[in-house]
């Protein structure tokens, strides 16, 4: 569902095979960059948010600019492979976004 603010249009996307919530935004009119934010499933378990785990945004030529939260995260092989996944998500979701935007 999208909800517009001011210049920007913002949706959310549920991953639940790779445990993600994904809450998308770009601006009206410019379809370059498609920005994010991501949160993991097991953090809006109970309705308690813990805010978001990454930022970040993906422009047209698929370059992929991450934030975390905060600077040292624990990486377990399943989060590395759950994170891979979630790259190939949003590359997917800015093709999808492109073709329905133009």
């Given at each position: 569902m999208e909800k517009e603010n001011s210049n920007f249009i913002q949706y959310t996307k549920h991953?639940?095979?790779?445990?993600?919530?994904?809450?998308?935004?770009?601006?009206?009119?410019?379809?370059?960059?498609?920005?994010?934010?991501?949160?993991?499933?097991?953090?809006?378990?109970?309705?308690?948010?813990?805010?978001?785990?990454?930022?970040?945004k993906i422009d047209k030529d698929f370059k992929l600019g991450i934030g975390i939260k905060e600077f040292q995260i624990t990486m377990s092989k399943e989060l590395h492979e759950r994170m891979g996944l979630l790259y190939d998500e949003i590359k997917n979701e800015y093709v999808q976004f492109i073709n329905t935007h133009l």
């Open positions: 991953y639940k095979a790779i445990s993600f919530n994904v809450n998308y935004c770009f601006r009206n009119n410019d379809l370059r960059e498609l920005y994010f934010t991501v949160q993991t499933l097991e953090s809006l378990a109970g309705n308690k948010s813990v805010g978001d785990f990454m930022y970040g």
